[in-house]
Structure formats: structure tokens, C-alpha cells
């Protein structure tokens, strides 16, 4: 019922050049497929070479980031709007390494959230625990104040196009997965949490990824579990072989 998203998030990494040989290589592998959504989120300065590269395909493309405000003095900031110009359909946000190194609270990613909404810009809305709030058992508790945080006064007839990523900051580019059963064990808590903050509708149709070093050779696990609706790909999408593999891996789960 959920068709699967798999997702690349190039961080900070590829410059125009390199990104537009990665599209291509991409694209060529997922562009005519229909069974899964493949959607890329190279940085703001790839985004014009991708967009033509994708253009025709059914890969998509995403921004990693934004300002809520439309227009203004926001020096270094980016729009929804100016996103929406280089087609993009998805923006990535309160990933934990926007919360850790540039102090993002809940209150200003629900901000964007709402604003990307508003904009058909489809929000991809990151929560996830450190190791430490793991180890002490308050993994339940820091998702769901992320969630509630992240969607505060968003109503259920608001929110479609949301994605949520569930990515553990320990497993995020440290070569440490969550196991199958640990990361399905979150997602449906924050399906469960979708239904009583918004409706069980909108927790039915809501794709929940799974991201922290997802690669070709866990994939298939990890899709394969109930909850798990599609993967945020960090170092494994910055190379269209692993990238393409965990495409090949949902498709062959969707068929
Ligand atoms: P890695 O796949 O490199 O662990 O990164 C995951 C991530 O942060 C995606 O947003």
C-alpha cells in the first residue's frame, strides 16, 4: 500500500560536475522503473545540474535544508520558493546533524515543516536518539517530543506528502545498523504516535525511513520489515553502484 522511498542524502559532499555524473548513472539504472519513489538530495549548489539530469525520469529530487521565511535578510539562507524553482519536491529536515552543529530546536524545524507544506515542498522529517539516550532507555521518549515537536499544529488535512525518517544518531556514518527488530520496534512507535497526533489515515499512508548505514548488504533486511517504508541513504548514495543496488533491493520487495 505504501510504495517504498529510497532516498540519498549527499550531505556535504560532490560538487555540480560530480553530481550530475552521479544522476546520470542513477537515472539510468531507476529513472523508467515505477514501482519504487527514488528521490536525490545533493547540496543547494547540485541542485540546478540535477534537476536537468532528472528531468523526464521518475527520480525526484530534494534539498537538504531551508529558511521558513519566503524572502528577506537572511544571509546564506534559501527559500522554499527557490527550491520549488529548481524542482524540487522534497526538502530534509531536522536531520541530527543540523540539531547537533547548528543548535536546531524542535520549535524552528516545525517552523519549516509547516512552511514546506504549505510550499508542496514534501517534508522529510528526521528524528532519531543518541547512543546514549539508547542506553539509558529514552529512546521512546526523545522520538515521540521530536515528533510531537516537529508536527506541532499541523493538521492531519495538512500533511500529506510527509515522510519521516527514523535515523539513531549511533548508526548515522559509523558502519552500525539498528537490527531489523530494533529499528521496527521505533518505527511503529512513531506510526502509533502519527495516529494519535494526527489520524490513523494519515499514520497509514505516512512513509516511515529507516536511515544509518543502510547498505546493499542490509537493506533487504531492513526494508523487509512492516514499518519500513523506504531508507535516507547517506555515504552508501554517493556511489550510484550501492545506491542502485538498494534501489534493485526495494524493487524486488515491491513486486
Ligand atoms: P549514513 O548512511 O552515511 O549512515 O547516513 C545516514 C544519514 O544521515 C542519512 O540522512
Redesign the pocket.
Known sequence: MRKFLIAG?WKMNLNADEGADLVADIVSVAGKQTSVNVCLCPPFTGLESAAKGVEGSNVSLGAQNFHPEPSGAYTGEISAGMLRHLYCSHV?LG?SERREYFSETDAFINQKVKTSLESALKPIL?VGETLEQRESGQTNEVVRKQVQGGLAEIMASQSEGLVI?Y?PVW????GKTATPEMAQEVHAEIRNLLSQQLSEEVANRTRILY????KPENAKELLAQEDIDGG?????SLKASSFNAIIEAAIELAS
Open positions: 542524502n530534509i536531520h528526521c525518517a535515523e548508526a548515522i556514518g559509523t536511515g544509518g548505514s543502510m535516507l541513504i547517506g555515504g552508501a
